[in-house]
């Protein structure tokens, strides 16, 4: 039991993010500062998802420590779609807001990013014989 509790605190992380992504998504007032650029917005779904993936990452990688990084990095990624599409969703119920496809696109590309490097950094330790090729 108490093994179980310890497992479960890594969460902590992905589920205060979790929750930082969804009250910021319930603001529900117009834009109190000028973009940059246009479609900054879209840069910022991209790099709040990149974020989300990584410490997604650290979760996910402690609590099944005995799968496959490549497992891992398909759960991470089914994790950010659906919490993408249901934030998404989410934001279509305030005045000011939308859900808008655009930016779920860009909420999954930030993911897939991650995923990606993560991805990138697991093969060269393969290459380099840190980790077992089994796994």
Known sequence: MKKIFFKCLYFTPSVIYAYLIYYFSAIN????????????????????????????????????N???KIKILICIMLTIAIYGALDEWHQSFFIYRSADIIDYLFDVLGGSAMCGILYFFEMKK???GKIRKDN
């Open 66 to 68: 005995t799968i496959s």
């Open 126 to 128: 393969m290459e380099d």
């Open 29 to 64: 007032k117009p834009q109190i500062f000028k973009p940059p650029f246009p479609h900054f917005d879209k840069l910022l779904h991209f790099a709040e998802y990149f974020f989300f993936a990584a410490v997604l990452n650290f979760s996910y990688s402690r609590v099944f």
